[in-house]
């Protein structure tokens, strides 16, 4: 039975928050023009103040409001606006293509679009003759330099909210009772996927879906507060809303800011908690050993050992087995590891993370430093989470058990099924998708995973990422690409072999740690480009990946490779905004190199895979083996 939820709609939310905390700074964020910060009561009056203005422009229940921005306050000034007007939220990544933004604002009918500054409405203004039911857009800046002739179309949410009068209790309370009245059950927000393999599609969630996951996610903590929280995930995902709407039920400030800023963040907030994908964690990892690799020979040399001691305290305590070191000898270890490398990352102590496969390797080690990571899985059509592991009763390498009132199985092909209140309403206006995603009443998950005796869910592949090799042998691609990944020599592997006769790969090389090896095995090279060029380097890189593949069938090794240069992973037509990889994309943009890798047999893998110049002089080497 589902049990009683406190909160059912998110405007419930919005006015527990109000009635329960008080902050001076509740939201804050380092803009182009200096610090923004928003007390409890200014953010309460915008939220007001842009709530009334949407429905006095003629807006009504059940219309879809697009919000386009980055992470910052007014982001969630413009959610919360829209859903006490008790309209939908269409949120849009700030890094899309303009064919992309289109394509959402077509799809899904908004009225108004929300958006940050000026680069968005130079993307939006010249769409506008194509989108006629886009009637207005609010700019969160001033607006700035605007032509004259689009002045109509515009409005500053700063002007909104200040020429909006303070509002007084009998005002707020008829705002709380028409707002409160919404049903749980209707559509608080479309969420358009990433669309890895077609166009996006829109994932209608409802209030009931949202409070529901959320409260259920809180169960699993075992802290009810912190003093600081970090927003830098893209809250167009709905993960980083998810773990938000935590922060305001819990009454924890929010500062905001890009992933890509994130050392400067952490001095400058100090934030205890927040959300991650499993690189920022890999980096942090990588950051380290960059950093025990510049030490003297005798300190690097005790620091190793000291966090192997802490690793395998680490793994024994996973397992629930005591450790050979006495309590107080862990103490210590742990304590000098921490006390040089926590520093530099403010006060942070909890890292939820999700959105991919984390490498248990990399879980050990930032736990053996004095982290904690709670590990969590699901997808938009789920609210996003489905499982969640509990604070003190992680299981290393799992996702956690199915929240309470989840389900979950495994189907015969080895595929994760789940249904509760946590599934989405469907697709929007796009019934036959709907009725695809699910069988028998159970949503497909197009993941495969297995659960073990005590339920916790482990996620062993992508179903609709099996590549298909010529042979009729199929090959798991991501499973393949995470045991790539696992070298420090390599940031991204996207493998390939759908329809060829073996599987090849496009590699993106950690450039510094690269050119480190290769100054300590005495290879000569002048910059990056020089050092791709070499041979004695692809020698390094093809047997990173006979190591890291070792475990893998021959047929499903990668037998040939070629770089791909870092700026592929800024592309948007490659890699979504949640850093999926669009493999129908890749493989038509860089057919010629892929080409190459399945020339003659004696022909070896290019040296560097160019999507502008397919052209170029390629120095060659050889392949992985046979």
């Given at each position: 039975m589902e049990q009683h939820n406190p909160i059912p709609t998110l405007n419930h939310l919005f006015f527990h928050h109000l009635d329960a905390f008080r902050h001076d700074q509740l939201l804050v964020w380092q803009g182009p023009r200096g610090m923004v910060a928003y007390s409890s009561d200014r953010f309460a009056h915008a939220v007001f103040a842009l709530r009334n203005y949407l429905l006095s422009c003629g807006l009504v229940e059940g219309d879809r409001v697009a919000v386009f921005s980055e992470n910052r306050p007014e982001w969630h000034i413009a959610e919360f606006a829209i859903l006490l007007a008790r309209q939908i939220v269409v949120p849009v990544y700030a890094t899309l293509a303009p064919n992309q933004v289109q394509y959402l604002l077509e799809n899904s009918g908004c009225r108004v679009a929300i958006i940050s500054g000026e680069r968005q409405w130079a993307m939006i203004a010249p769409m506008l003759p194509s989108l006629p039911h886009l009637e207005l857009i609010i700019v969160m800046d001033d607006c700035g330099d605007v032509d004259a002739g689009k002045a109509s179309t515009l409005a500053s949410l700063p002007r909104i909210v200040s020429d909006a009068l303070a509002l007084d209790q009998a005002a707020i309370q008829s705002i709380r009772a028409q707002a409160l009245s919404a049903d749980p059950q209707s559509v608080a927000t479309i969420v358009y996927t990433s669309g890895t393999t077609a166009k996006p599609k829109g994932v209608m969630l409802s209030h009931r879906n949202i409070t529901f996951d959320l409260e259920r996610c809180l169960d699993r903590l075992g802290f009810r507060t912190t003093p600081q929280a970090l927003s830098v995930l893209p809250l167009p995902h709905v993960f980083e809303r998810l773990l938000c709407y935590g922060?305001?039920?819990?009454?924890?400030?929010?500062?905001?800011?890009?992933?890509?800023?994130?050392?400067?963040?952490?001095?400058?907030?100090?934030?205890?908690?927040?959300?991650?994908?499993?690189?920022?964690?890999?980096?942090?990892?990588?950051?380290?050993?960059?950093?025990?690799?510049?030490?003297?020979?005798?300190?690097?040399?005790?620091?190793?050992?000291?966090?192997?001691?802490?690793?395998?305290?680490?793994?024994?305590?996973?397992?629930?087995?005591?450790?050979?070191?006495?309590?107080?000898?862990?103490?210590?270890?742990?304590?000098?590891?921490?006390?040089?490398?926590?520093?530099?990352?403010?006060?942070?102590?909890?890292?939820?993370?999700?959105?991919?496969?984390l490498d248990p390797a990399i879980e050990t080690f930032t736990r053996s430093i004095g982290f904690v990571v709670l590990q969590g899985?699901?997808?938009?059509?789920t609210s996003p989470?489905?499982?969640?592991?509990?604070?003190?009763?992680?299981?290393?390498?799992?996702?956690?058990?199915?929240l309470d009132g989840v389900e979950v199985r495994i189907n015969e092909q080895g595929e994760i099924m789940t249904r509760g209140p946590h599934v989405m309403l469907g697709y929007y206006n796009n019934p036959e998708a709907t009725r695809a995603a699910f069988r028998d009443g159970w949503l497909l998950t197009g993941d495969l995973g297995s659960l073990d005796e005590e339920g916790f869910l482990g996620i062993t592949g992508r179903g609709k990422e099996l590549l298909a090799l010529s042979n009729g042998k199929k090959v798991c691609g991501p499973l393949l690409e995470q045991a790539i990944?696992?070298?420090?020599?390599?940031?991204?592997?996207?493998?390939?072999?759908?329809?060829?006769?073996?599987?090849?790969?496009?590699?993106?090389?950690?450039?510094?740690?690269?050119?480190?090896?290769?100054?300590?095995?005495?290879?000569?090279?002048?910059?990056?480009?020089?050092?791709?060029?070499?041979?004695?380097?692809?020698?390094?890189?093809r047997q990173e990946i006979e190591a890291r593949q070792a475990q893998f069938s021959n047929y499903e090794r990668v037998k040939r490779f070629c770089f791909l240069g870092e700026e592929a992973l800024l592309d948007p037509e490659v890699v979504t905004p949640t850093q999926k990889m669009r493999r129908d994309v890749l493989e038509r943009k860089y057919a010629a190199s892929i080409a190459q890798m399945y020339g003659p047999e004696d022909l070896p893998a290019i040296a560097r895979a160019s999507a502008v110049s397919q052209a170029q002089d390629a120095h060659v080497s050889r392949g992985t083996g046979g």
């Open positions: 922060y305001f039920r819990m009454g924890v400030p929010i500062a905001y800011g890009d992933p890509h800023d994130l050392k400067d963040l952490l001095k400058l907030h100090r934030p205890v908690v927040m959300g991650c994908v499993p690189r920022v964690l890999e980096k942090i990892h990588e950051t380290v050993e960059a950093q025990v690799e510049l030490m003297p020979g005798w300190r690097r040399a005790l620091v190793r050992r000291l966090f192997q001691s802490a690793l395998e305290d680490e793994r024994r305590i996973s397992e629930g087995q005591a450790t050979d070191r006495s309590p107080l000898f862990a103490r210590v270890t742990r304590w000098l590891l921490a006390r040089r490398i926590r520093r530099q990352f403010g006060g942070l102590h909890y890292f939820i993370c999700g959105g991919a496969w899985y699901g997808m938009t059509e989470v489905i499982t969640f592991n509990e604070l003190g009763r992680e299981k290393l390498g799992s996702v956690g058990p199915a990944e696992s070298s420090s020599l390599i940031q991204r592997a996207f493998v390939i072999g759908e329809r060829r006769k073996f599987t090849s790969a496009l590699i993106v090389p950690h450039l510094g740690n690269l050119a480190r090896m290769a100054r300590e095995r005495g290879i000569r090279f002048h910059g990056g480009e020089d050092l791709l060029h070499s041979g004695a380097v692809w020698e390094l890189v």
